[in-house]
């Protein structure tokens, strides 16, 4: 038996009706660019499915690569084999055998070239029955199977798979325009990236780099939070923004218990500034509902009212253990609770406002040359992109 | 010099000689210190840590670098047996383990726990049946080696693993210090939860080594002291050894295919001269054993003779575990094999090949023994 293919499941997508050619054709790319790094295996569009072409690839290398890319219902093996029922009654129970651990199957068979001999009913029959007479210890089950057989008769032939990957659903990144992220090197913030790429973004990102007060290791951190996020949507552009001078100047000029709200006012600005010369339509944020003086309704008002860009929140009804669940999930937990001190934690006063009146914000910000600092600090980022195979630090690649 | 003792200790890759004197002239600093030498040398470590996982498809913060085999085959059993204590105090584990594996058991036997020690058969492997009458109420560790220290012999490590998921109260250690580069061995599927490696059985540096542990396996530390290793075992880091363990890792790993290919067609070649020898007996299984590793016992000789007369030649072999090999006793791993009143166990030699083993290094051992065994044996039955 030969497994040649991989079948690509994808749902929502197949629903989004004049854009759905676009979709599959980002879906595919985005595959594809990822088969590109294991070895030859393709991905082609048949009806309503991606198929990849393992042309001699490992299947279970290409699943567990292919398995996290957005935009991916469900992956299974598929061997390719004849429209005669004797080919297909074989390799079905080929495949079922490898299936050590089921205990109950069923045949799902589908028949999208409709003139072969058997009919979808008769193909269920007469593939179902085989399977039970060649097998011990197995037995039917249609509700609730512990695998499910699907037959898929095609023109160019029949296409059998048994056992399922899921993958992570959501779109293909790329189909919904980019966005600027926020990057602290907290918890939230790489989940609600994660979630923007989810639905379909491409995702920058922004950090805040306050040096001395902030250290090359927080910078580190936050580099391979981008890399872990690239598995998921590819390259991510990485703006490292220098702020120390903006937040010694917030820090001579403006009352302490504003100070955190100001601060927050002019990270809008840069960020927004960098989205619109990068081309991204929206900022994302990890901000949720309550979680700190920065995150109640009058403080988002009050700071959001600094930037005129949409901001996507995607954690804004979320408990803290749902995000860390996520976090975990994704493998960023471990890297944003490493302890180093970030640009919100240093100069953070005792007392800060939980409701920051804005006519107050404003009034305050009339001692600062706002306009100067967000073209300074804008201008002298530094731009890095950030891709899951690029090495973290050249000097060890001779070293490991 | 035809070294052929390669399961006691390999001679190190010259690339991880250099990257341990580089590292240690590069990157000396504390990688708990907060400045920029503390910096280099937590990313140097950081990036050790993070290919080892890559190569075991496992999480960084699952492995935990020891200094070798014996300190990972205690953290991992001593480790589970104080952390799991009250939810039962049984171990199981075989009979032909690595001292460090038995002599653990033993101790832990005096402390309090009990311990079932699996038999092997003729081939000196162990069976699932064996495994499902020894597990009770009170089990809470399996040890099983993957291959055997002396004999090559691989245990069904999958089918115990696939087994043992039904336990969610047992965990499942492996020792693969002679399988890690020569024995396919995937953590994650067969569902091990501790997995032993040592470095300087793949051409890395003594005093080297790692212990796989599962994220969510909770162990006790052996050395308490300032949190490194997650808190598993104190003590700043040696991080140009442990870079050095990455890069043999890794030369292992990309090495694999075409050396193992190599040697287990040495091995097969070498197993039907053997077979074909007067009063010989291989006791390396001849399917399930790993490309580098073939056991013999010659009848009517004694194995530290022969080790010695090959020696004067030049070639280097070895009797039993190299942890064991000074004291005068047979075999233990031969003893559970055969049992005390086979002359196999007293007879045992190990012939354990490399990536450096050629053919012609095989030839002049053959040559050497056809040589020397008539002369032992004649010198034998004299004596006696």
Known sequence: MNIEHILVRYGEIALKGKNRNEFERALKGNINSVLRKIGSSRAKRTFGRLIVELNGDDPNVVISRLKDIFGIISLSVAAKTSHDVHDIQKVALQLMKEETTAKTFKVSARRSFKKTELDSQALNYEVGSYVLRNTDDITVDVHNPDVEISVEVREHGTYISAGKVLGRGGLPVGTSGKVMLMLSGGIDSPVAGYLAMKRGSIVEAVHFHSPPFTNERAKQKVIDLAKQLSLYGGAVRLHVVPFTEVQQEIHRQIPSYYAMTITRRIMLRITEKIAAEQGALALVNGESLGQVASQTLESLRTIEQAAEIPILRPLITMDKIEVMDIAKQIGTYETSILPYEDCCTIFLPEQSKTKPKLEKALQFETSLDIDAMVDKAVNNREPSLISSDSPTDNNFTELL | ?384
């Not at chain 2, 480790?79 to 799991?84: K, L, V």
């Not at chain 2, 089990?139 to 291959?147: E, G, Y």
């Not at chain 2, 104190?234 to 030369?251: D, H, Y």
């Open chain 2, 1 to 384: 010099m035809i070294y052929l003792d390669n399961s006691a200790t390999t001679e190190p890759y010259p690339e991880v000689i250099h990257t341990f004197v580089t590292a240690n002239e590069r990157y000396f600093g504390n990688p708990s210190s907060l400045h920029q030498k503390g910096s280099e040398a937590e990313n140097l470590l950081r990036e050790a840590r993070r290919t080892i996982a890559r190569l075991l498809n496992a999480q960084p913060s699952e492995v935990v670098f020891t200094s070798g085999g014996s300190e990972s085959n205690n953290l991992a059993i001593q480790g589970i047996a104080r952390a799991r204590e009250k939810r039962g105090r049984h171990l199981i584990t075989t009979a032909v383990e690595h001292p460090s594996v038995l002599e653990t058991c033993e101790y832990l036997e005096t402390v309090g726990f009990s311990v079932t020690y699996l038999p092997v058969n003729e081939e000196g492997v162990v069976s699932l049946t064996d495994l499902k009458q020894a597990i009770t109420e009170e089990t809470i560790l399996v040890s099983v080696m993957h291959v055997n220290h002396e004999t090559g012999a691989i245990q069904p490590v999958l089918e115990f693993g696939e087994y043992l998921k039904k336990f969610e109260k047992i965990r499942f250690h492996v020792d693969n210090v002679q399988g890690f580069g020569k024995v396919n061995l995937d953590i994650q599927s067969v569902g091990i939860d501790l997995c032993s490696v040592s470095g300087h059985k793949f051409h890395g540096l003594k005093g080297t080594g790692f212990l796989y542990v599962r994220s969510g396996v909770n162990i006790q530390p052996l050395v308490f002291g300032g949190g490194q290793e997650f808190q598993l075992r104190a003590g700043t880091e040696n991080v140009p050894a442990i870079a050095s363990l990455a890069k043999a890792a890794r030369m292992a790993m990309e090495k694999k295919e075409i050396q193992n290919s190599k040697l287990a067609r040495m091995k097969q070649e070498l197993f039907e001269w053997f077979d074909a020898q007067e009063g010989v007996h291989v006791n390396t299984p001849r399917e399930t054993s790993a490309p580098h590793i073939m056991n013999v016992s010659i009848e009517r000789t004694m194995p530290e003779v022969l080790i010695q007369a090959l020696s004067n030649k030049d070639i280097h072999v070895s009797s039993k575990s190299a942890c064991a090999s000074k004291q005068p006793s047979k075999s233990a791993v031969l003893l559970a094999q055969f049992g005390e009143e086979d002359e196999r166990a007293a007879t045992g030699l190990r012939v354990s090949m490399s990536w450096q083993t050629s053919q012609a290094d095989l030839e002049a051992l053959k040559a050497a023994l056809s040589q020397i065994v008539p002369q032992v044996r004649e010198m034998k039955e004299v004596k006696s």
